[in-house]
Structure formats: structure tokens, C-alpha cells
């Protein structure tokens, strides 16, 4: 079989040469969405009386044939055939024969490409939305577990407020949940077909795109066919949630990386989900975690080179577009993967909670509770910000916290302080006093959880 397109040419071009410009070395990764894009276009040329129902037939049985080969890790593909689209043609006319050739009537690889990839992306969006799910019940089941576990908060990575522990979960949730709502919104440019765009002037057969588009699952078809097989939106969207996504898992993994060393203490991964060293033995490192935080860079790195590969190209396709899809498997790959990762990790958690509680009482978190108790007496909050923080330099300079000051030093302060002062002082009702919607709480957060469980119901 010689090239599809040497017809005009009269040399050859050297095996390196073609190896460069190859693209079946990842693009097989596409080979089911390419045999099931092929059945539904050999399908619509029969309805189509564009080839015979003999002739589809005997498409169609050698397409389930290579299908069941694809299934069973059987096709063996080569470079000199380029790209999955060729390869599987060679395939398809070892099977059947000659009449292999006709099933590319009336299409290009360029809406053939699209039509995979669109495939491709459409399955792989369903199960990154999944594994979202996944991480948010996990995060969840973790937050019932500590709705009233107390940890310090923290803004600047200094102790700011003490919250429950529970909170800090649904913060991730909140997260993950807009990374999902994005995913779900994406669909709507993901599942358009490209097919019969042509390559990029559509086609003088009386060809059914519709036809092809429902059989395939598409909700509708591109409406010009330049854009058909020139878009690659959908793909520069996906990479930009992709990056999002791992942004959140690394700021998740910052945290739980300070959380498991010996300094902060709050929790413990699970042995599965950290590594030794080869020299310390006391050492356990949050390797995963890290893993995840590094491999970020990844998926920013396939989103800034598709706008760079993208950025400078004229209508309609060209081959500088066979660069969209290694980095596109690779981000597909590293975020399914580091969802995975911690959803494990969030689910074996261990949470320090004497550490975590202990760690609420030793700090000037609760520093708030005094401004805002001397201005529910009535003392402007500006002036009562002044007035505690007085206070807490007299504490630094005497080592203490201040729920050690006495009452008659609060009282020195300010009248308005009275022996009510040591409750506002105490972390737990300090948290639990913060009602407001979407305050730490534990009324509202049990609330957000049960919010959160709906949904993902």
C-alpha cells in the first residue's frame, strides 16, 4: 500500500524523515475513537447510497474485526503508514481488500482527526468529572468526621482564627466542585462533530452529517467547516480547567505537607502514600503529595505550548496541529492519575485531633473574639483592635496567651471587659459562635455538608 497522498510525488522521502513527521507513535492511543468514528461513517455512505450495503457490509465486519484486535493489544501498527487514520486504513485492506479504500469517500483525516479527539476528550471529560466526584466524597466523609475538630487558621501562613477542621475540607469541596461544574460546561463545545467537514471546504457527496452525529453522540454538528477542522478551543478550554484542577491539588498538597511534618503535626498519611529515605531512617516523606504539587507543571507546561503551537496559524489545518494531542494525553493522564493519588490519601487520612485542638490554645487566634466582644459592648471596633492589641504585646512581652491574663488585667484595659470574657476566650465557642452563611460554625457546617452530600447525589 503505498501513501494515501503520493500520487503526485516522485521521490520518496528518507525513513527519518518520515519518522519525524509520524504521528502514530501517541496518536494510536486514539484507535478506538477512530474505528468508531469509521463505523459511523460507513454507515451514513450506505444510507446515503453513496457506497453499496454490500460494500458497507464488508466495511463494517472488518472494522469490528480490527475493533476486537484493538480490544485484544493485537494491532501492530507501523511508522511508515504515519498515523492511526493511515494505519488503520492498511489494516482495514489486509482484512477486506480493495474495497477498504472506499470508506474514506467523502472524508478527510482532518475531520477524522477532529471527529477523535472530540471523541477522546468527551470520554475522558466523564471520567475526570467522576474521579472529582470521587475526591469530594472523600473530603466529605472526612469533614462529618471533624465537623467539631478545631484547627487554626491561617492567613499569610500566620495563626489567624481557630475553624473546624471540617471547614477547611469543605473549602477543597467548594473547589472541586466548580472544577466539576466547568468540566460539565465544557461538553457543550467537546461534543460537537467535525465529521464531514472534509478537509476543510465540506464535500460534493450527498453526504447526512447529522447521521453521523447522532450515531456517534454528538449534540450537533460544527456549522463551518474551516472551523471544523481548525478548532482546537475545546481542547486550550479543557487544559485551562486541567491546570485549575492541579492547582488546587497542590495547594492541597502544601498543606498536607506541612500538616504531616513534625513542626505543625496535625496529620498523618497513610504508610501507602509516603516514602522512606535511603540514608535516614526516621524519615517519612509525603513523596506523593509532592509528587502531585511537581507534577503541576506539567499541565501548565501542554496548556502554554497549545497556545504557543496554535497561536500563529492560518485557516485551515495544519500539520503543527499534530502537536496538540501528546500534550493533551500527557495532562489527561497526570490529572486522572494525581486524582487518584488523593483520593487515597484523603480517604486514609489520619487527623491529629488533640494536635490540631492543642494547637488552638497556645496562640493569639483568638484575638478577634476580644475585639468583637468589646464591640458588642458598644466600643467601636476600631478602638477595641487597638485596645486587644495592646493586650496581646503585654502577653508577648510576658509569655503568656491570653487566656492567662487576669481579670483585673482586662479590666485595666477596658470596663467593658467582665468574668464572661474567659468564654469568649475559648476556641470552641469562639467557632461555634460563627453563624453566618458560610461561617466555620458547626451548625453551618453541618449544614454545607449536607449541601454538598445533595449534590453529589
Not at 7 to 13: I, Q
Not at 81 to 103: Q, R, S
Not at 223 to 238: K, P, T
Not at 422 to 435: G, K, N, Q
Request: with cysteine; glycine share 6%.
Amino acid at each position: 500500500m503505498t501513501k494515501l497522498w503520493g500520487g503526485r510525488f516522485t521521490k520518496e522521502a528518507e525513513e527519518w524523515v518520515d519518522a519525524f513527521g509520524a504521528s502514530i507513535g501517541f496518536d494510536q492511543q486514539l484507535v478506538f475513537e477512530d474505528l468508531e468514528g469509521s463505523m459511523a461513517h460507513a454507515a451514513m455512505l450506505a444510507n446515503c447510497g453513496i457506497i453499496s450495503a454490500d460494500d458497507e457490509l464488508l466495511i463494517q465486519k472488518g472494522l469490528k474485526s480490527l475493533l476486537e484486535k484493538a480490544k485484544r493489544n493485537e494491532l501492530v501498527f507501523d511508522v511508515k503508514y504515519e498515523d492511526i487514520h493511515m494505519n488503520l486504513e492498511k489494516l482495514l485492506k489486509d482484512e477486506i481488500g480493495d474495497v477498504a479504500g472506499k470508506l474514506h469517500t467523502a472524508r478527510s483525516r482532518n475531520d477524522q482527526v477532529a471527529t477523535d479527539i472530540h471523541l477522546f476528550m468527551r470520554k475522558e471529560t466523564h471520567e475526570l468529572m467522576t474521579l472529582l466526584n470521587n475526591l469530594k466524597l472523600v473530603l466529605l466523609e472526612q469533614a462529618e468526621e471533624h465537623v467539631e475538630t478545631l484547627l487554626p487558621g491561617y492567613t499569610h501562613l500566620q495563626r489567624a482564627q481557630p475553624i473546624s477542621f471540617a471547614h477547611h475540607m469543605l473549602a477543597y469541596v467548594s473547589m472541586f466542585d466548580r472544577d466539576y461544574d466547568k468540566l460539565q460546561d465544557s461538553l457543550k463545545r467537546v461534543n460537537l462533530s467535525p465529521l464531514g467537514a472534509g478537509a476543510l471546504a465540506g464535500t460534493t457527496f450527498p453526504i447526512n452529517r447529522y447521521e453521523t452525529a447522532e450515531a456517534l453522540g454528538f449534540d450537533d454538528v460544527y456549522m463551518n467547516s474551516m472551523d471544523a477542522v481548525s478548532d482546537r478551543d475545546f481542547l486550550i478550554e479543557f487544559l485551562s480547567i486541567a491546570s485549575t484542577i492541579m492547582m488546587h491539588l497542590s495547594r492541597f498538597s502544601e498543606e498536607l505537607i506541612l500538616w504531616s511534618s513534625h513542626e505543625f503535626n496535625f496529620i498523618e498519611l497513610d504508610d501507602a502514600f509516603a516514602t522512606g529515605s535511603s540514608i535516614m531512617p526516621q524519615k517519612k516523606n509525603p513523596d506523593m503529595a509532592e509528587l502531585v504539587r511537581g507534577k503541576t507543571g506539567r499541565v501548565y507546561g501542554s496548556l502554554v505550548g497549545l497556545l504557543t503551537t496554535l497561536k500563529g496559524l492560518p485557516l485551515a489545518y495544519n500539520k503543527d496541529m499534530q502537536e496538540d494531542k501528546e500534550g493533551i494525553f500527557d495532562a489527561v493522564t497526570t490529572v486522572k492519575g494525581s486524582l487518584k493519588i488523593f483520593i487515597g490519601m484523603i480517604e486514609s487520612m489520619t487527623v491529629k485531633k488533640e494536635e490540631t485542638e492543642k494547637a488552638t490554645k497556645s496562640d493569639f487566634s483568638n484575638a478577634t473574639e476580644l475585639a468583637d466582644y468589646l464591640a458588642t459592648k458598644g466600643m467601636p471596633f476600631r478602638e477595641a483592635h487597638e485596645v486587644v492589641g495592646k493586650l496581646v504585646l503585654q502577653c508577648i512581652q510576658e509569655n503568656k496567651v491570653l487566656s492567662e491574663l487576669s481579670l483585673e488585667t482586662f479590666k485595666e484595659a477596658s470596663h467593658y471587659f467582665e468574668g464572661d470574657i474567659y468564654t469568649a476566650l475559648d476556641p470552641y465557642e469562639a467557632v461555634a459562635r460563627r453563624v453566618s452563611a458560610g461561617g466555620t460554625g458547626f451548625a453551618k457546617v453541618k449544614e454545607s455538608i449536607a449541601f454538598q452530600k445533595a449534590k453529589l447525589q
